[in-house]
């Protein structure tokens, strides 16, 4: 699987997609539905209607990729859109578990809390 970045986000397009769309069909889903810039580096998912296919765009730098998935049995469990949201973000877990074949909706998330380093340890220079 790809490795993306912690700054990667990544967003789904709720909704069916034409899975006959390439990369200018996508594009510009990504720039008029999702209200995102397509070459910003950001993961893009879209799926068909019966969930059994999807395709992914992203922007490495140097061009666009366009990748497919088609399950030959079963579905994409694809999470429920809130009304009136235009995409939903994922967590980079999460699209691990979507293309694994998770039900987003049955797995549940612990807490988990991350303590932000304090501006003297920022500013601490490691020595040589």
Not at 28 to 56: I, M, Y
Request: hydrophobic residues 35%; aromatic residues 10%; proline residues 7%.
């Amino acid at each position: 699987m790809f490795g993306f970045g912690p700054a990667t986000r990544i967003y789904l397009a709720p909704g069916a997609t034409d899975m006959r769309k390439g990369f200018e069909g996508l594009y510009g889903l990504v720039r008029d539905r999702l209200q995102c810039e397509p070459l910003s580096g950001h993961v893009f998912l879209f799926c068909n209607g019966r969930r059994n296919r999807l395709k992914l765009m992203v922007f490495d730098g140097s061009g666009l990729w366009v990748c497919a998935k088609r399950l030959e049995k079963h579905c994409f469990r694809w999470p429920e859109p809130e009304p009136g949201q235009a995409k939903i973000v994922l967590r980079h877990e999460e699209l691990a578990m979507l293309l694994s074949g998770i039900d987003l909706g049955q797995a549940r998330c612990r807490p988990w809390y991350r303590t932000e380093p304090d501006e003297e340890s920022k500013n601490a220079r490691i020595p040589a």
